[in-house]
């Protein structure tokens, strides 16, 4: 009996810059096809002094996500980390990159892709 195929999967990248995923059986890049964008809300908490320089100290809350687009079937987006937090527990379509690989402390790829659990939990 023939082995069924795979469909492939839609992957859409709405982050600012293209992505390289780097695994095991290849290397493939995955080109910006938007941007989406969480509302940011900062509230002023205190200033702090380092260096004798001031810096403020905000709460910050995200909020309203801006330029996503509808699901799709067998579709995936890929978001900053940011957008997927804000849409935790929402979507079943919203992945980060995840195991980012460095090269002299700059990002040149990623090794698999990642979602945000509803339930935070904390490492052991």
Known sequence: ???????????????????RMIT???????????????????KYLKEITFGGVHIPVNSTTFGNVVGLPKE???TIIIVSSITAYSLRGKRDDIFIVDELIRDKGVVVGAKSLAKYDVETTEDE
Do not use: D, F, W
């Open 1 to 19: 009996m023939k082995e069924k195929e795979k469909q492939e999967t839609k992957v859409l990248n709405y982050t600012p810059h293209s992505i």
């Open 24 to 42: 095991s059986n290849g290397v493939v890049e995955i080109p910006r096809h938007g941007t989406v964008r969480a509302g940011v809300m900062r």
């Open 72 to 74: 799709e079937k067998n």
